[in-house]
């Protein structure tokens, strides 16, 4: 994906689309851009981190667990979609993963 792109991806994000152009550029630079292959864990429930994620393509899966451990879908993601911010507000381990 190239500048233009990503920036185009970037505002069908809701919480970023009525930035300006030269904003969202700022902002494509201070995002770091990964690709993640079908079925492959972006996060782990649980884990330590407190990054947010803008879904710029494809589509995630969510997984919640229940009290006894069994992975339930909790959700499917669509481009435009922010996901890790609750861990990124609390310090919180993820409550979910992804």
């Known amino acids: 994906m190239d500048q233009q792109q990503r920036v ?37 429930y649980r884990a330590p981190s407190a990054e947010v994620f803008f879904l710029a393509a494809g589509k995630v899966r969510v997984i919640i667990y229940s009290a006894e451990g069994k992975a339930v879908l909790f959700t499917d993601l669509k481009v435009g979609a922010t996901f890790g911010e609750i861990a990124a507000i609390d310090r919180a381990p993820r409550s979910a993963g992804a």
């Open 8 to 44: 185009v991806a970037l505002k069908r994000v809701p919480i970023l689309a009525t930035l300006s152009q030269l904003d969202l550029e700022h902002v494509v630079k201070a995002c770091n851009w990964q690709h993640y292959d079908a079925g492959e864990e972006i996060l782990s």
